[in-house]
């Protein structure tokens, strides 16, 4: 196996499943790391950065790194949300998620690129579907609130 990604599948064991908690529940040092204030989070991002950064030295596609770094968005996303976003941390494993596009790359790079293009098409309709969708509603209310104003004044 390539020594990269040997490298890469260490670091990911170790940010995000290396100790294993009740019920075989795994948990890593990103979820511990990211309860230090203010500089946790930032430890745990350049960590994962790199993860990404050597998965574009290994060549993967762009849509594949893409994918991994919406895998990490997702849980800063969510990381602020007070306390909640803390916990978070230690289910999502955006490094453990990344670990897998890059071993799927590394075996179909095609494939990997297929699936990661679904599901970022996928992501961009459901977006643009939710975007119309508040637009539909707001151009209703608009109307109810014109109807409502004509009303009023007649």
């Keep these: 196996m390539d020594i990269k990604l040997e490298n ?8 995000d499943s290396q100790f294993e908690g009740p019920f075989g529940f795994r948990f890593g040092w990103d979820g511990l790391i990211g309860l230090i204030p203010f500089l946790g989070d930032f430890i745990t991002n350049v960590i994962s950065i790199y993860i990404i950064s050597q998965a ?26 007070p306390f909640l976003g803390n916990f978070f941390d230690f289910f999502w494993k955006a490094n453990e998620k990344n670990l897998r596009l890059l071993e799927l790359h590394s075996l179909d790079p095609k494939g990997a690129t297929f699936e990661s293009r679904l599901v970022l098409g996928g992501l961009a309709f459901g977006l643009m579907a939710m975007m119309a ?17 004509l009303l009023m004044f007649s």
Excluded: H, P, W
């Design 133 to 149: 969708g508040s637009l539909a509603i707001t151009l209703l209310l608009l109307e109810k609130m014109y109807q409502f104003v």
């Design 8 to 15: 890469i599948k260490k670091i990911s064991r170790l940010m």
């Design 56 to 81: 574009m030295l290994m060549g993967c596609s762009a849509s594949v790194l893409l994918r991994m770094g919406l895998n990490l968005l997702v849980e800063n996303l969510l990381d602020l949300i």
